[in-house]
């Protein structure tokens, strides 16, 4: 009885099945030999991480009521009115009573410190302790 072509190769591969597998297996071993090694593990973060300090009250009052309409631009132009501390105080009161936002003086105070923190840097009195 004669085989019909498919099934005459079909009998031919599965003849030559153990020779493909040693040849994929050698030639799979020689491909991982060859790869590059991975990467050593990542390095350990550093010990002394410094910590970011939380906002000041007078950094969140001045985002959250003032930079809208006061960015950075606004502190830096040729004609800015803040030359020394007093004159910054009186600013913030001025723009805090235009929104009328009611802070206190102390609030009035730790946003004028923020400014000068960030912005002007003028000396300022030195605040009484007690």
């Known amino acids: 009885m004669q085989m019909h072509a498919p099934l005459r190769l079909l009998a031919a591969a599965s003849a030559f099945a153990p020779v493909l597998a040693v040849t994929f297996s050698l030639l799979h071993a020689q491909a991982v030999a060859q790869a590059p090694s991975p990467p050593g593990p990542l390095p350990a973060?550093?010990?002394a991480t410094v910590p970011v300090p939380?906002?000041?009250?007078?950094?969140?009052?001045?985002?959250?009521?003032?930079?809208?309409?006061?960015?950075?631009?606004?502190h830096w132009r040729d004609a800015r009115v803040v030359r020394d501390w007093p004159s910054l105080i009186t600013q913030v009161r001025l723009w805090q009573e235009r929104g009328r936002l009611q802070w206190s003086d102390d609030d009035i105070a730790a946003v004028a410190r923020h400014l000068n923190d960030t912005i002007y840097r003028l000396s300022r009195p030195t605040e009484p302790r007690g």
């Open 54 to 74: 939380a906002p000041t009250r007078g950094k969140l009052l001045y985002d959250l009521h003032c930079i809208a309409c006061h960015n950075s631009q606004m």
């Open 45 to 47: 973060p550093p010990a």
